[in-house]
C-alpha cells in the first residue's frame, strides 16, 4: 500500500517566501471522481504518512477551490461557491498524530442532498486538505516556519443530470520576431467538469495550412473561462487566417477564427 503513495507538490504556507521544501508528509490519493444519486451516501477514504523524523500533528479540513482562468487554484472557505460539495462532506479525524513513518486513515461520508431537500443537476466539488504542523526550513541562510498542505479534490457529478457544453469567445493572435502568440478564450457553458484540448491552425491566402499546432489539454470547472496559450513558429511576411478548434467532449467541436497580418521587419 505504502509503495503507491504520492508525493504531491504541497501547498508551501511560510512566514518567508519558500523555494523547495522536503516534504514530510504523503497520501495516497489526489483525487475522487464520483457520479452520484440524490439521497444517498458515499464513503472516500485515503491514507497520510508522516516522513518527518519526529511526531506530527496533522489537521484535516475542508475548503473551497476553482482555477483562474489561466490555470492558477484558488481557494476559498468551505461554502462560499455556488457549487460547493463541502456542506455534504464529512471527514473524521480532523486531527491525528502520527508517530515518524506511520500511516493513518481519514474517512470522509458524502451525504447527497434528497430531491425534496435540493434540486442538483451536473457537477459539485469542494476540496479536503491535509496539512502538517510548521516546521523550521533554512532556505538562503535564513530559519523560516513551513507548512505542508496537500488537497484532495472531490468531484460528485448528480447521475442523468449531465449537460456538455462550452463556447470560444475570443481568438487573438500576435505575430513577434520570435514567433507567434495564439490566445484562446473558452468557456465551459455546461454543468460538468471537462478536459479541453485541441488544435491551431495557420492558413495562408491560398488556403493551406502551413501552421499546426496542438492545444494541451486542460481542465474546465463548470461555468469557468479558460485561456489557451498557443506559440507558433514565425512565418513569412502576409496575411494568415488562424482556426482554434476545441474539444469539450460534446458531440462537436468549437471554433473561433482571427486574422493576422506578419509585416516585414
Not at 36 to 47: A, I, N
Not at 110 to 134: D, K, N
Request: glycine letters at 10%; a negative charge.
Amino acid at each position: 500500500m505504502l509503495s503507491k503513495m504520492k508525493k504531491l507538490a504541497a501547498f508551501a504556507v511560510a512566514i518567508l517566501a519558500l523555494g523547495c521544501v522536503g516534504q514530510a508528509l504523503q497520501i495516497n490519493q489526489i483525487e475522487f471522481d464520483l457520479k452520484v444519486d440524490p439521497g444517498k451516501t458515499y464513503t472516500l477514504s485515503f491514507q497520510v504518512r508522516n516522513d518527518a523524523q519526529a511526531p506530527q500533528t496533522i489537521t484535516v479540513y475542508l475548503g473551497d477551490w476553482d482555477r483562474s482562468p489561466t490555470g492558477e487554484h484558488r481557494y476559498y472557505p468551505p461554502g462560499t461557491l455556488e457549487r460547493s460539495l463541502c456542506e455534504w462532506l464529512a471527514v473524521v479525524p480532523t486531527r491525528i498524530v502520527l508517530a515518524p513513518g506511520e500511516t493513518g486513515q481519514i474517512t470522509a461520508t458524502l451525504t447527497v442532498p434528497s430531491p425534496e431537500e435540493r434540486e442538483l443537476a451536473g457537477t459539485y466539488w469542494g476540496m479536503i486538505f491535509v496539512q502538517g504542523e510548521p516546521r523550521p526550513m533554512e532556505v538562503e541562510g535564513t530559519v523560516v516556519m513551513a507548512v505542508e498542505r496537500f488537497g484532495v479534490k472531490v468531484y460528485a457529478t448528480v447521475a442523468g443530470t449531465a449537460r456538455t457544453a462550452g463556447v470560444v469567445r475570443k481568438v487573438e493572435a500576435q505575430a513577434t520576431s520570435d514567433g507567434v502568440l495564439v490566445k484562446i478564450e473558452y468557456q465551459n457553458t455546461g454543468n460538468v467538469h471537462q478536459e479541453v484540448g485541441g488544435t491551431v491552425r495557420v492558413i495562408d491566402r491560398k488556403g493551406d495550412i502551413v501552421q499546426e499546432k496542438e492545444v494541451e489539454p486542460a481542465p474546465v470547472l463548470p461555468g469557468a473561462e479558460r485561456i489557451f496559450e498557443v506559440t507558433l513558429p514565425a512565418l513569412p511576411p502576409g496575411i494568415y487566417q488562424v482556426q482554434a478548434m476545441l474539444d469539450y467532449g460534446g458531440e462537436v467541436m468549437v471554433a473561433g477564427v482571427t486574422g493576422l497580418r506578419v509585416r516585414r521587419p
